[in-house]
């Protein structure tokens, strides 16, 4: 759609914007915000019985994900803690789904986004007091707005100005409510830094346990 000038603006997944970026003629000029922030990170939480001080603990335990379009990140961050095959993982579509579980004491991990889990502590600080993070995530970068490269500079300014005021009113408002978020902010650079780097270390890490078989 890009390619053919059907499409102007793309909303992608930091993850896919990496992938595609080399090919497709895309340039990220906004990032989504929530809560004032345009990053996110996740945390790795346990109950405070279980005795587990650290992550090397969990190897052959089960971890659930929850983390809906974070959630590839989140699988990527955990491979490079432990090492592929070392935890058995399972995904899960809310937080609450993750977070209970570990609880009760049903499975012994999960990884979930950090203001997922402060909301559900809010709600109920007996979370809270019972889980604990043994360890966190970098911060990520949320959803990536992209415009085509070949726009119109005065189209692509006016777009930019417009997306930047969406929640400035009430329409707008309800469409970011749709991804969750609460603005958009102008994109940075560094804004997507941090999860090539993990990309990155991910590969390395790969091809060093390839050469070590």
């Known amino acids: 759609a890009v390619a053919s000038h059907r499409a102007d603006l793309v909303v992608l997944d930091p993850l896919d914007y990496l992938a595609i970026r080399e090919s497709v003629d895309l340039e990220p000029v906004l990032v989504a915000s929530?809560?004032?922030?345009?990053?996110?990170?996740?945390?790795?939480?346990?109950?405070?019985?279980?005795k587990i001080e650290g992550i090397e603990q969990l190897s052959g335990n089960l971890v659930l994900i929850q983390g809906s379009y974070h959630r590839s990140v989140a699988h990527?961050?955990?491979?490079?803690?432990?090492?592929?095959?070392?935890?058995?993982?399972?995904?899960?579509d809310r937080a609450s789904q993750a977070i209970l579980p570990v609880f009760f004491q049903q499975v012994e991990a999960c990884v979930v986004p950090r203001d997922a889990f402060e909301t559900m502590v809010e709600l109920n600080p007996q979370l809270g007091a019972t889980l604990e993070v043994i360890t966190s995530s970098p911060r990520f970068c949320r959803a990536v707005i992209?415009?085509?490269?070949n726009l119109l500079d005065n189209y692509r300014g006016l777009l930019q100005e417009s997306l930047l005021q969406l929640h400035t009113e009430p329409r707008g408002r309800q469409?970011?409510?749709?991804?969750?978020?609460?603005?958009?902010?102008?994109?940075?650079?560094?804004?997507?830094?941090?999860?090539?780097?993990?990309?990155?270390?991910l590969r390395d890490h790969r091809m060093l346990l390839r050469g070590t078989r």
């Open 175 to 201: 469409i970011l409510t749709l991804f969750r978020i609460d603005q958009l902010e102008p994109f940075a650079a560094a804004d997507l830094a941090t999860l090539a780097g993990l990309q990155a270390s």
């Open 146 to 149: 992209c415009m085509r490269t």
């Open 76 to 92: 990527m961050w955990l491979d490079l803690l432990l090492g592929e095959g070392a935890v058995e993982v399972k995904d899960v």
């Open 34 to 50: 929530k809560d004032r922030e345009t990053v996110y990170e996740m945390v790795l939480l346990v109950h405070r019985d279980s």
